[in-house]
T-cell receptor, first 113, second 117 residues
Framework: EAGVAQSPRYKIIEKRQSVAFWCNPI?????LYWYQQILGQGPKLLIQFQNNGVVDDSQLPKDRFSAERLKGVDSTLKIQPAKLEDSAVYLCASSLDGGYTIYFGEGSWLTVV | AQSVTQLGSHVSVSEGALVLLRCNYS??????LFWYVQYPNQGLQLLLK??????LVKGINGFEAEFKKSETSFHLTKPSAHMSDAAEYFC???????????????FGTGTRLAVRP
């Protein structure tokens, strides 16, 4: 079974530029998450989707971050404009509805210079 | 709301020695508890989880953890460390059956395990 796919794996951009990350969850998984992991910290939930609806985006900085999950499958996380403090690993994860086992992708590593 | 505290950001053990990584949680509802491992430049891999039932949970790679409600703890252990166990370990909690908390994971800050030859 294929795991959670993310791209790109690595991205370096200048501050004030924009960047987008893509995620393809495990087939059949209704719930999709985006987590931000800053170096030396644990992952922090940015947004949670159930199918194509948002369940929780309380910690998403909506002035610069946006995410969508059209058709309830793939998802895109966008940052515009980026700040230095956005340098982090962006982890996508998915789970079956109510499965309580969350599977993570390998992450997209963002460096803002 | 839930939170997780991992005591010790860095733990170093000798190869063959006991591994003990500490995790305490706070939750207003019966929690589901998880341990994840992260190897360099990789994502998170589930080691084990506690939902209900037996409080001693066995996971992959010889790790196990015991849920102790009275101590609000979920410490991770392994009897004999291998060099390949060197990684970062994260304890996480979710709200279990509590719908308002759902299956969102709240992570601790992680413990980096080093294994000495």
């Amino acid at each position: 079974e294929a795991g959670v796919a993310q791209s790109p794996r690595y991205k370096i951009i200048e501050k004030r530029q924009s960047v987008a990350f893509w995620c393809n969850p495990i087939s059949g998984h209704a719930t999709l998450y985006w987590y931000q992991q800053i170096l030396g910290q644990g992952p922090k939930l940015l947004i949670q989707f159930q199918n194509n609806g948002v369940v929780d985006d309380s910690q998403l900085p909506k002035d610069r971050f946006s995410a969508e999950r059209l058709k309830g499958v793939d998802s895109t996380l966008k940052i515009q404009p980026a700040k230095l403090e956005d340098s982090a690993v962006y982890l996508c994860a998915s789970s079956l509805d109510g499965g309580y086992t969350i599977y993570f992708g390998e992450g997209s590593w963002l460096t803002v210079v | 709301a839930q939170s997780v505290t991992q005591l010790g950001s860095h733990v170093s053990v000798s190869e063959g020695a006991l591994v003990l990584l500490r995790c305490n949680y706070s939750s207003s509802v019966p929690p589901y508890l998880f341990w994840y491992v992260q190897y360099p430049n990789q994502g998170l891999q589930l080691l084990l989880k506690y939902t209900t039932g037996a409080t001693l949970v066995k996971g992959i790679n010889g790790f196990e953890a015991e849920f102790k409600k009275s101590e609000t703890s979920f410490h991770l252990t392994k009897p004999s460390a291998h060099m390949s166990d060197a990684a970062e370990y994260f304890c996480a909690v979710s709200g279990g059956l509590e719908k308002s908390s759902g299956d969102k994971l709240t992570f601790g800050t992680g413990t980096r395990l080093a294994v000495r030859p």
